[in-house]
């Protein structure tokens, strides 16, 4: 993130001076350098409301991915006995796939990954009381994960996001003419949102 910073700055002082700040400006906050410009003040608007969308859905679905992945953890420990805090992610899911330590271990014996089994007495040890208290447990782990994809995604939108901005920008102070890239937010059916 730095190394873009350290490019706009410099970019910015290649340009003229009008041109270069109102570059930064967009590069900050995508719409606020076109605040500057005749007959365009519409379309900061557009870019300012477009951000806060963008922004909002990245820090809801980061605190929602904390929220679920307080919720399975504490659910893994309740119910399974498992130590989710002391080990990666990949013993979480191991957790919500199989119904104990012994079952995973002898899949994976089976399978002839002896590399891949659990040690006893090391920690690694769970056993659900129901297999509806795992089911419970792995999709609130699937929706922790996908939450945070969703925040990855939100985070690249806010970066292509200011480079429409600061293209928009540029395209526009040079030529007093509107660019043909763009950004939108679209609702194409119910459970889909487009950038």
């Given at each position: 993130?730095?190394?873009?910073?350290?490019?706009?700055?410099?970019?910015?002082?290649?340009?003229?001076?009008?041109?270069?700040?109102?570059?930064?400006?967009?590069?900050?906050?995508?719409?606020?350098?076109?605040?500057?410009?005749?007959?365009?003040?519409?379309?900061?608007?557009?870019?300012?409301?477009r951000e806060a969308?963008?922004?909002?859905?990245?820090?809801?679905?980061?605190?929602?991915?904390?929220?679920?992945?307080?919720?399975?953890?504490?659910?893994?420990?309740?119910?399974?006995?498992?130590?989710?805090?002391?080990?990666?992610?990949?013993?979480?899911?191991?957790?919500?796939?199989y119904n104990s330590?012994?079952?995973?271990?002898?899949?994976?014996?089976?399978?002839?990954?002896?590399?891949?089994?659990?040690?006893?007495?090391?920690?690694?040890?769970?056993?659900?009381?129901?297999?509806?208290?795992?089911l419970k447990y792995?999709?609130?782990?699937?929706?922790?994960?996908?939450?945070?994809?969703?925040?990855?995604?939100?985070?690249?939108?806010?970066?292509?996001?200011?480079?429409?901005?600061?293209?928009?920008?540029?395209?526009?102070?040079?030529?007093?003419?509107?660019?043909?890239?763009?950004?939108?937010?679209?609702?194409?059916?119910?459970?889909?949102?487009?950038?």
């Amino acid at each position: 993130m730095k190394k873009v910073i350290y490019i706009l700055v410099s970019l910015s002082f290649l340009m003229p001076q009008d041109s270069g700040r109102g570059v930064l400006k967009n590069a900050i906050i995508p719409g606020w350098g076109f605040i500057e410009l005749d007959n365009y003040k519409e379309q900061s608007k557009g870019y300012f409301l477009r951000e806060a969308i963008i922004l909002g859905s990245l820090l809801t679905s980061r605190s929602s991915s904390d929220l679920f992945e307080d919720y399975y953890v504490s659910y893994g420990i309740d119910y399974a006995n498992a130590n989710i805090f002391q080990h990666d992610s990949e013993y979480s899911i191991n957790v919500g796939n199989y119904n104990s330590m012994y079952s995973y271990n002898e899949t994976m014996l089976r399978k002839r990954r002896p590399d891949d089994v659990y040690p006893d007495d090391e920690g690694y040890d769970w056993e659900w009381d129901t297999s509806s208290n795992r089911l419970k447990y792995k999709k609130m782990l699937q929706a922790s994960r996908d939450l945070d994809k969703i925040g990855d995604f939100a985070m690249a939108s806010l970066i292509v996001h200011r480079m429409v901005a600061v293209v928009n920008y540029m395209y526009y102070s040079r030529t007093g003419s509107n660019s043909k890239i763009s950004s939108d937010i679209s609702k194409p059916s119910q459970n889909t949102v487009l950038l």
